[in-house]
């Protein structure tokens, strides 16, 4: 019977903490979250854990408790894109572990089961993240012409991210192409004298691109002291955002408006 | 028509144009992939200049190994 501190148990425990946690760093998950996570399922295997968490990478090396051997195991951080839904499932995964006291082969089987989650249908994201941005123009005081033209602009600018995204086009270029079209449709309100709020329209109209998730993990992260992957989610962020500035001023001067 | 007009009429027209060409490549890919099981090509794509213009029997192309006086050296 394999114990917690033999080689190959101790190798196949780093590993798939390995794996763990760079599926959970790919889809969103803070620091903070991802050592407690693996913490409290490396208790549950009855094994030491050191991790160490870099923008890029995760390396997870874990010890039998007399601390005589180790095994180290490193991943690239998953490019799975932002995801709640998985970001939740892996955190169950982790409290189921450590609450029923699941051995690693029944771990591996469930984690195995996590990965194949398919993301939400980007149909249904593009219609919610439209009526979103429409409710953000209703808060800000926009009418209901406002709102129409921001879902129409959020609704065309959305799917321009979506088709760029698939064929693998640049991030930054994306964002600035989407931002760009949104803001030169929703200046369509100012331009043919639609509404009575054509301003909150054409602003609110680039809101679904700030990139949120990356700018609250920074936060985040930096109080919990991972200064690296403060500082690279932080500058990401600042980038896509810098991108995405530039599109609104593009369309802006382009279509004449000299609001600034 | 005033000048932001015609502007906002070429942005939207440009858009509506990129979403037609992706809807009719989208269904033309698909009904080649079900007609026959040859691998879906993009209507548009990029590529190398060398791609392009390189014409059979052209002495070099920058990048890739010239196959034959590798050959002739063994």
Known sequence: MSMPGDSTVLRQTAAFLAEYASLLLGCGGTCIRIEKNTKRMAEAFGVNLDIFIMPDHVTVSVWNTAQTHAEIAQRRTAHCGISFDLNTRLSQLSWKIADNRLGLPAAVEHFEGIKTTKPTGKWEVLILTSFANAAFCRLFGGDWFAMLIVFISTLTGYRLKQIMLEDGRDVRLTFLCASFFSASISAGGHIFHIGSTPELALGTSVLYLIPGVPYINAVSDMIYRHYLCAFSRFFDAAVLTACLSAGLCAGMLMLGLKWF | ?74
Request: aromatic share 14%; glycine share 6%; with cysteine.
């Open chain 2, 1 to 74: 028509m005033n000048y932001p007009m015609i502007t906002w009429c070429i942005i939207a027209a440009v858009l509506l144009c990129a979403f037609i060409f992706r809807t009719i490549e989208y269904y033309t890919a698909r009904h080649r992939s079900y007609s026959c099981d040859h691998k879906a090509k993009h209507l548009l794509g990029f590529g190398r200049e060398t791609d392009m213009f390189y014409v059979p029997g052209d002495d070099h192309i920058p990048g890739i190994t010239n196959k034959e006086d590798a050959s002739e050296d063994q």
